[in-house]
C-alpha cells in the first residue's frame, strides 16, 4: 500500500483524498500504516483506485483477507 501512495504524484494524492472525502495527511498516514481506514473509507478507497488498494489490504479485521473472498 505504501508503494501505491509513493507512485502517485502530489497532484493525484490530493484528487483521491478529495475523492473519498479524506485529507493527503491522513492517507498518508493510511498507507504507511499508522492509522487505519474506517469502514467507509476502505470501501471507497477501493473503488477510487480500481482495485489497486482493497478493503481486504486496508481492513482485514473488517472484510477478511483477499483469500478469504477468493473461495
Known sequence: MKLFWDTLTRSEQTALAGRVGSSCGYLRLVFNGHKKAGFSLAKRLEE???GAVTKNQL?????????DNAA
Open 59 to 67: 481492513r482485514p479485521d473488517i472484510y477478511g483477507n483477499s483469500t
Open 48 to 50: 477510487e483506485t480500481g
